[in-house]
C-alpha cells in the first residue's frame, strides 16, 4: 500500500508464513473387569488433551483402535491399552496408554460339616468342602482339612472344621474364602446292666453300686459305683423275683479317661441305656421229719429224702399217722386190735395170748413173744406166729394168722 515519494523507488516484495499444527494427545482410558474366564477386546475410549478454537474428535479422520497386552486378557493382573487409529492436518497426535485391570473372581470353599461317634477317629481325605464361584473350566481338586474333633479322645460336642491351601487349577484368578465346617461328636451307645443275683429268703442283700456290666466303654473309660436298688433286698421280702434297678444319681462319674477328658470328668460322652436284672428268692426248702412204724426218722428236704425206708410212705411231720392195725393170732385165737395215730401208738400193739411185748416203745414190735407154739427169735419163725405176723404189717404185707 505504499507510494512512491519521489525520493524513492518502492519495489513490494512477498514472504511466506507457516501455521504448525497444534499437539494433541490421545490417551485410552483405564478399565477393568472381574476374572471371568473370557478374553478382553477392545477398550474404554480415549481422551484428548490439545484440541483448540473450541474443536473437538469431530475434526479428526480415522477411528481410535486399541492394542497391548490387554488385547485378549484372561487372567487376573494389569494390562497395558494402547490407542492409535487418528489422523488429523492441524494437530500432531500423540497416544498414551491406559491400563486394563482384571480382578481376581471370588471363590468360597466351604468345609462340609461330618460326624462321628465318640470313640472313633475322623480322617479327612481333603474333599469334603463345597465351592461357590468358580469359573466354568476351573477347578478345586483339594483341600487342607483340620479338626480338633477328629481324635478319637475328642469328647463328645462340636468342633470347627478349618480349611486351607486349596489346590486344582486357576486358582491364581480367584480370591478365595474359606468357611469353616463342623464336626460333631456323638454321645457313644453305653449299655449297664444290673447283674442278676440270688439270695435266701429271710437274708438282706446289700449292694455296693458295683453289681452291674457296663457295655461300650471306649479309649480305656472305667465307671465306678452306681446306685442299685430292689425291692427283693430287705429280709422280709417274699419268695419270687423282683427287678433289680440300676441308675445313677445325676451323673456317672469316669474313674478313668483319655487324657484329654482327664480322670473324674462326668460321663457324658456316653448315651446310656439302663437294662434291670432280676433279684430271685426261691421258697424255702420244706424240711419234713416223719416216723416210721419202728420209730425211725425219715427227714426230707425239698425233694430230697434222707433216711427213706422205702417199705412206708413218708408224711409230712405235722401230718399225724392214721394207721388202724387189726392183729389176729395166739394159741387161744384171740384178736388183740391197736388203733392209733402215731408211731407211739404201735408201739402199743399187744400180742395175742400167751405172747409177750417185751419194748415199751417202736422197738416192741420186733420183741413181741410168740403165743403158744410160735418162734421168738430163733431161726426163721413159724409161719403164721405173731412175729411173721408184726414182720409182714411192717412190710406192707397183709397179715393174716390162722388160728
Same mark, same amino acid.
Given at each position: 500500500?505504499?507510494?512512491?515519494?519521489?525520493?524513492?523507488?518502492?519495489?513490494?516484495?512477498?514472504?511466506?508464513?507457516?501455521?504448525?499444527?497444534?499437539?494433541?494427545?490421545?490417551?485410552?482410558?483405564?478399565?477393568?473387569?472381574?476374572?471371568?474366564?473370557?478374553?478382553?477386546? +477392545?477398550? @474404554?475410549? $480415549?481422551?484428548?488433551?490439545?484440541?483448540?478454537?473450541?474443536?473437538?474428535?469431530?475434526?479428526?479422520?480415522? /477411528? $481410535?483402535?486399541?492394542?497391548?497386552?490387554?488385547?485378549?486378557?484372561?487372567?487376573?493382573?494389569?494390562?497395558?491399552?494402547?490407542? #492409535?487409529?487418528?489422523?488429523?492436518?492441524?494437530?500432531?497426535?500423540?497416544?498414551?496408554?491406559?491400563?486394563?485391570?482384571?480382578?481376581?473372581?471370588?471363590?468360597?470353599?466351604?468345609?462340609?460339616?461330618?460326624?462321628?461317634?465318640?470313640?472313633?477317629?475322623?480322617?479327612?481325605? +481333603?474333599?469334603?468342602?463345597?465351592?461357590?464361584?468358580?469359573? /466354568? #473350566?476351573?477347578?478345586?481338586?483339594?483341600? *487342607?482339612?483340620?479338626?480338633?474333633?477328629? /481324635?478319637?479322645?475328642?469328647?463328645?460336642?462340636?468342633?470347627?472344621?478349618?480349611?486351607?491351601?486349596?489346590?486344582?487349577?486357576?486358582? *491364581?484368578?480367584?480370591?478365595?474364602?474359606?468357611?469353616?465346617?463342623?464336626?460333631?461328636?456323638?454321645?457313644?451307645?453305653?449299655?449297664?446292666?444290673?447283674?442278676?443275683?440270688?439270695?435266701?429268703?429271710?437274708?438282706?442283700?446289700?449292694?455296693?453300686?458295683?453289681?452291674?456290666?457296663?457295655?461300650?466303654?471306649?479309649?480305656?473309660?472305667?465307671?465306678?459305683?452306681?446306685?442299685?436298688?430292689?425291692?427283693?433286698? %430287705?429280709? /422280709?421280702?417274699?419268695? +419270687?423275683?423282683?427287678?433289680?434297678?440300676?441308675?445313677? %444319681?445325676?451323673?456317672?462319674?469316669?474313674?478313668?479317661?483319655?487324657?484329654?477328658?482327664?480322670?473324674?470328668?462326668?460321663?457324658?460322652?456316653? @448315651?446310656?441305656?439302663?437294662?434291670? +436284672?432280676?433279684?430271685?428268692?426261691?421258697?424255702?426248702?420244706? !424240711?419234713?421229719?416223719?416216723?416210721?412204724?419202728?420209730?425211725?426218722?425219715?427227714?426230707?428236704?425239698?425233694?430230697?429224702?434222707?433216711?427213706?425206708?422205702?417199705?412206708?410212705?413218708?408224711?409230712?411231720?405235722?401230718? %399225724?399217722?392214721?394207721?388202724?392195725?387189726?392183729?389176729?393170732?395166739?394159741?387161744?385165737?384171740?384178736?388183740?386190735?391197736?388203733?392209733?395215730?402215731?408211731?407211739?401208738?404201735?408201739?402199743?400193739?399187744?400180742?395175742?395170748?400167751? #405172747?409177750?411185748?417185751?419194748?415199751?416203745?417202736?422197738?416192741?414190735?420186733? @420183741?413181741?413173744?410168740?403165743?403158744?407154739?410160735?418162734?421168738?427169735?430163733?431161726?426163721?419163725?413159724?409161719?403164721?406166729?405173731? $412175729?411173721?405176723?408184726? @414182720?409182714?404189717?411192717?412190710?406192707?404185707?397183709?397179715?393174716?394168722?390162722? !388160728?
Amino acid at each position: 500500500t505504499l507510494t512512491d515519494s519521489g525520493n524513492y523507488n518502492v519495489t513490494v516484495n512477498t514472504a511466506a508464513g507457516t501455521i504448525n499444527k497444534a499437539d494433541l494427545t490421545v490417551t485410552a482410558n483405564n478399565d477393568s473387569k472381574t476374572y471371568d474366564g473370557n478374553a478382553y477386546s +477392545g477398550g @474404554n475410549g $480415549v481422551s484428548y488433551v490439545g484440541f483448540v478454537n473450541g474443536e473437538g474428535s469431530s475434526v479428526l479422520g480415522g /477411528s $481410535v483402535s486399541y492394542s497391548g497386552d490387554s488385547q485378549g486378557a484372561t487372567n487376573a493382573g494389569t494390562y497395558t491399552i494402547t490407542p #492409535g487409529g487418528l489422523t488429523s492436518g492441524n494437530y500432531a497426535i500423540s497416544y498414551a496408554d491406559g491400563a486394563l485391570t482384571v480382578n481376581p473372581a471370588a471363590l468360597t470353599i466351604t468345609a462340609s460339616d461330618q460326624s462321628k461317634t465318640y470313640g472313633q477317629s475322623f480322617t479327612f481325605d +481333603g474333599t469334603e468342602f463345597i465351592t461357590s464361584g468358580l469359573v /466354568s #473350566g476351573d477347578s478345586v481338586t483339594s483341600v *487342607s482339612l483340620s479338626s480338633a474333633g477328629a /481324635s478319637q479322645y475328642a469328647n463328645a460336642g462340636s468342633y470347627g472344621i478349618d480349611a486351607s491351601n486349596a489346590a486344582g487349577s486357576g486358582l *491364581s484368578n480367584y480370591t478365595i474364602s474359606y468357611v469353616p465346617g463342623t464336626l460333631k461328636v456323638g454321645t457313644a451307645a453305653l449299655t449297664i446292666t444290673a447283674n442278676d443275683q440270688l439270695k435266701a429268703y429271710g437274708t438282706t442283700f446289700t449292694f455296693d453300686g458295683t453289681e452291674y456290666t457296663a457295655n461300650g466303654l471306649v479309649n480305656g473309660d472305667q465307671i465306678g459305683p452306681i446306685t442299685i436298688t430292689s425291692a427283693g433286698s %430287705p429280709a /422280709s421280702a417274699q419268695p +419270687g423275683h423282683y427287678e433289680i434297678v440300676p441308675s445313677a %444319681p445325676g451323673q456317672i462319674q469316669l474313674l478313668a479317661c483319655n487324657g484329654e477328658c482327664g480322670g473324674g470328668s462326668l460321663l457324658s460322652n456316653y @448315651n446310656v441305656t439302663w437294662v434291670n +436284672g432280676t433279684m430271685t428268692i426261691p421258697a424255702p426248702l420244706l !424240711q419234713t421229719v416223719e416216723i416210721d412204724p419202728l420209730g425211725r426218722p425219715i427227714v426230707s428236704i425239698g425233694d430230697q429224702v434222707l433216711n427213706y425206708y422205702p417199705s412206708f410212705e413218708p408224711q409230712p411231720v405235722d401230718t %399225724p399217722l392214721t394207721t388202724n392195725v387189726s392183729i389176729s393170732g395166739g394159741a387161744t385165737g384171740g384178736t388183740t386190735v391197736a388203733t392209733g395215730t402215731s408211731a407211739n401208738d404201735l408201739a402199743n400193739l399187744q400180742p395175742a395170748a400167751g #405172747g409177750d411185748d417185751k419194748g415199751s416203745s417202736a422197738q416192741g414190735l420186733s @420183741n413181741i413173744e410168740p403165743a403158744a407154739g410160735g418162734n421168738s427169735a430163733k431161726g426163721a419163725p413159724a409161719a403164721n406166729d405173731d $412175729v411173721q405176723c408184726a @414182720n409182714d404189717f411192717l412190710s406192707n404185707k397183709s397179715c393174716q394168722q390162722n !388160728q
